[in-house]
């Protein structure tokens, strides 16, 4: 099967010069509003990769430290970047976001302009470098490397003041030029209060707005990462979906109307859900921690495995991205219990989306583009997530129906549109033909660049999808059915 970024990416061109595949006089629908680029295309692709909140934070007990901490007490016994990556790779995820400097502004790298890092920490003699340990992991598993850099610093004497914004710019070169390519650069939206302050000891305010010098700082990162995504409630490639308890809404566009939206500052209900008008293609991240809390605390525990389906679903099923933190304990390992809810989640997972029971069974829309075989039904069960149904330019509703070859039972479906070419879907329901009619089993909004439906196992022999208001013509990619057995067995959340 053909990478689907890459094929997504392919759609794209097509759609804007004309495919040589398709039949005479019929072209492929024109992009409709703004479109991902190609760094987003590959975001989209990635779906699910991890977060590693770990600093002087693991060893104190606490969420945001205060600044004034000795490095001192930074001293894992065991720290194991490799025991990281190998767990994510296993656990199916694609990448690791590494917080190299949080609000208490310890750095986890010898970054060359302050004293506040492991450099002067008792861990490896202070010739240590966590950040260059995880690259290297992360090159040797095959996973894409990411870095949190926190604007905000506890620590620094000159937070507040000019001086301050030319260290950040600094550190962030540092990072964006030390250690390989980056996938994606992440911002916080913590914004100035009390703190250390290189002794000071007291509140510091500052406009988020226009302090951090934003912009310039995410020139930086293009030229020094071009491929790399930049991430904050503002983007500029992807946004917060708005909460941390690891869900978006329905719908979720994932263009917006970036107008009243900087780092920091925004209406959480807005990021959620977007805007169908939209300007900019600036899609959600959802950002979840395994436990409780961000960093690890001896007294908590992994969520539930029907906890991370929920948020699996709630999330990568509504055309975000997941963003899952498992943080390190005190020896600078993923604790034991952390890593077997990773790999049971997988387990589900693999066994949930391992036999798409429509592919290459019959399929026929209401409406296909032009009466061409180039965008037929069938393309969106052929297997290959580059191709599409598509329906006329003047068509705003359609039906697609499945025919399944005979009764099976399933439980998941999914649905993705070719997003190179917009999001175009509003309303949909998904129907299951029970004796001489239909039955609807779920329904929803926004469909965009991956949709995960789960509803009460049905027996059925067709399955259908019924776009009720589509912006623009509708073209789907892909209509898979699924059986999730062993999900069925998985206890309730709350047990």
Not at 161 to 176: A, D, I, S
Not at 228 to 240: H, M, Q, T
Not at 349 to 371: I, M
Not at 373 to 402: I, P
Request: charged residues 25%; proline residues 7%; neutral net charge.
């Amino acid at each position: 099967m053909m990478n689907h970024a890459l094929g997504l990416a392919l759609l794209g061109l097509a759609a804007c010069r004309g495919d040589a595949r398709q039949e005479p006089g019929v072209s492929p629908p024109a992009p409709y509003g703004p479109v991902p680029s190609e760094r987003q295309l590959r975001w989209h692709d990635l779906e699910y990769y991890g977060f590693v909140h770990f600093t002087v934070n693991t060893f104190t007990d606490k969420e945001w430290g205060e600044g004034d901490e000795d490095p001192k007490i930074f001293h894992p016994s065991a720290l194991d970047a490799r025991q990281w990556a190998r767990t994510a790779r296993d656990a199916g995820m694609k990448g690791l976001i590494l917080t190299a400097k949080h609000h208490d502004g310890f750095c986890l790298w010898p970054s060359r302009y302050t004293e506040h890092s492991v450099k002067n920490s008792p861990w490896k003699g202070g010739e240590g470098d966590v950040v260059r340990e995880l690259a290297d992991a992360c090159r040797e598993f095959g996973l894409r490397m990411g870095i949190y850099l926190s604007p905000w610093d506890r620590n620094h004497a000159q937070y507040a003041r000019p001086e301050y914004v030319e260290y950040y710019h600094r550190q962030l070169e540092e990072l964006l030029t030390g250690y390989g390519e980056i996938f994606e650069v992440w911002h916080d939206g913590a914004n100035g209060g009390t703190g250390y302050y290189g002794g000071a000891r007291e509140r510091r305010t500052i406009d988020p707005k226009t302090y951090y010098r934003f912009p310039e700082a995410w020139e930086r990162v293009r030229k020094l990462q071009p491929g790399a995504v930049i991430f904050s409630d503002a983007g500029p490639d992807i946004r917060w979906v708005g909460n941390e308890r690891g869900f978006a809404p329905d719908p979720c566009w994932a263009r917006i109307h970036p107008e009243g939206i900087f780092p920091g500052v925004a209406d959480p209900k807005r990021l959620g859900r977007g805007d169908p008008d939209g300007t900019v293609w600036r899609p959600a991240e959802v950002d979840v921690s395994i436990r409780k809390g961000w960093f690890f605390h001896p007294h908590e525990h992994p969520k539930s495995l029907r906890q991370l389906l929920d948020i699996y679903y709630d999330s990568v099923g509504k055309g975000c991205c997941l963003l899952l933190n498992v943080p390190p304990d005190r020896r600078g390992l993923f604790p034991e219990e952390d890593v077997q809810r990773l790999l049971e989640l997988k387990a589900v997972l693999d066994d949930s989306f391992r036999a798409d029971l429509a592919r290459g069974k019959g399929a026929e829309a209401t409406n296909v583009r032009g009466n061409s075989a180039a965008f037929a039904a069938g393309r969106a069960v052929d297997g290959d997530r580059s191709t599409y149904w598509a329906a006329d330019d003047g068509a705003r509703e359609a039906v697609l129906t499945v025919d399944l070859g005979g009764p099976v039972r399933f439980n998941r479906v999914r649905l993705q549109e070719p997003i190179a070419l917009g999001q175009r879907i509003a309303s949909f329901a998904l129907e299951v033909r029970q004796g001489e009619g239909w039955r609807e089993v779920a329904s929803g909004r926004t469909i965009g660049a991956r949709r995960l439906l789960r509803f009460p196992a049905v027996t059925s022999d067709r399955v259908r999808l019924v776009i009720r208001e589509a912006l623009a013509c509708p073209a789907l990619s892909t209509f898979e059915v699924y059986w999730a057995a062993a999900e069925e067995a998985v206890p309730p959340a709350g047990r």
